[in-house]
């Protein structure tokens, strides 16, 4: 079992950032990918920005935007957000993918762009 817990989320203006964190605890699995996934209001969940195995996929709506980048010694997975505009307003899930192919979800965490 993996235990995901998300921080950093939070309200704020329009050109502004934030940065969400992502902690992994538990077993000793070893984890193969930890990515970002969002809900906007309404829709459906979707990906993000994913690293794994020194890669990193982005969805086009955030390219050049934000930057996610990975710990691996404290299996902490981040997302640098840059230049916020209110589409980008959701709640923010991150997710690892173990060598296994298990996959685990975190809790989720708002993030809310408006002034």
């Known amino acids: 079992q993996v235990q995901l817990v998300e921080s950093g989320g939070g309200l704020v203006q329009p050109g502004g950032s934030l940065r969400l964190s992502c902690a992994a605890s538990?077993?000793?699995?070893?984890?193969?990918?930890m990515g970002w996934h969002r809900r906007p209001p309404g829709k459906q969940r979707d990906m993000v920005a994913i690293?794994?195995?020194?890669?990193?996929n982005y969805a086009d709506s955030v390219k050049g935007r934000f930057t996610i980048s990975r710990d691996n010694a404290k299996n902490t997975v981040y997302l640098q957000m840059n230049n916020l505009n209110p589409e980008d307003t959701a709640v923010y899930y991150c997710?690892?993918?173990?060598?296994?192919?298990?996959?685990?979800w975190g809790q989720g965490i708002q993030v809310t762009v408006s002034s």
């Open positions: 997710n690892a993918v173990t060598v296994g192919s298990s996959t685990y």
């Open positions: 538990g077993s000793r699995v070893s984890i193969y990918a």
């Open positions: 690293a794994s195995s020194g890669n990193t």
